[in-house]
T-cell receptor, first 115, second 120 residues
Framework: AQTVTQSQPEMSVQEAETVTLSCTYDTSESNYYLFWYKQPPSRQMILVIRQEAYKQQNATENRFSVNFQKAAKSFSLKISDSQLGDTAMYFCALSYNFGNEKLTFGTGTRLTIIP | EAEVAQSPRYKITEKSQAVAFWCDPISGHATLYWYRQILGQGPELLVQFQDESVVDDSQLPKDRFSAERLKGVDSTLKIQPAELGDSAMYLC??????????????????FGPGTRLTVL
């Protein structure tokens, strides 16, 4: 069975600063996908960024980037130039490629951007 | 932009009553998921459909929960009877996954706004 752990229940940062959210996972599979999802207050969950485990290059999406350390089973999210609209719950999640696409989520990190 | 629709958005019920939630996935999405998100936790999969067939319902409490997707489009999740511990957010998601095959890339799951259930 796979597990995803987020050890930071809450974080806050000043607007325009950079923040890094941590995530570790455990799986016995060699092929899998990692995701960061954002859940703004009272709004639906949306995908922020995804990383294929077979790719060594870290994924980036505008101000969002990941630091994927496969050997350490670590998958952190860096948000640069943080904006007020980044305030949300952030969930790290894992899924497999072959025949089992369900997402296994961590417990989330509540991020608050301070004006 | 196409979205996953869910209704109702909020539901308050008394324990032992029956409740039902509805989900309409993005048009053309073959795979539909129901997740339960207890306050302070991440979502957990209850049931996964591929078209009208159940792919995974191993975490669905089958003594009180049922789910169907009769025509392979929209889906209904039912709880009967509801218990206090069922209070949670029920999320529906859909994706464009085709039947799994070697080398297939997992597609993105798109989530609906959820139904927040409170059982009194």
């Amino acid at each position: 069975a796979q597990t995803v752990t987020q050890s930071q229940p809450e974080m806050s940062v000043q607007e325009a600063e950079t923040v890094t959210l941590s995530c570790t996972y455990d799986t016995s599979e060699s092929n899998y996908y990692l995701f960061w999802y954002k859940q703004p207050p009272s709004r639906q969950m949306i995908l922020v960024i995804r990383q294929e485990a077979y790719k060594q290059q870290n994924a980036t999406e505008n101000r969002f980037s990941v630091n994927f350390q496969k050997a350490a089973k670590s998958f952190s999210l860096k948000i640069s130039d943080s904006q007020l609209g980044d305030t949300a719950m952030y969930f790290c999640a894992l899924s497999y490629n072959f025949g089992n696409e369900k997402l296994t989520f961590g417990t989330g990190t509540r991020l608050t951007i301070i004006p | 932009e196409a979205e996953v629709a869910q209704s109702p958005r909020y539901k308050i019920t008394e324990k032992s009553q029956a409740v039902a939630f509805w989900c309409d996935p993005i048009s053309g999405h073959a795979t539909l998921y129901w997740y339960r998100q207890i306050l302070g936790q991440g979502p957990e999969l209850l049931v996964q459909f591929q078209d009208e067939s159940v792919v995974d319902d191993s975490q669905l409490p089958k003594d009180r929960f049922s789910a169907e997707r009769l025509k392979g489009v929209d889906s209904t999740l039912k709880i009967q009877p509801a218990e206090l511990g069922d209070s949670a957010m029920y999320l529906c998601a859909s994706s464009l996954d085709q039947p799994p095959r070697q080398g297939f890339v997992t597609d993105t799951q798109y989530f609906g706004p959820g139904t927040r259930l409170t059982v009194l």
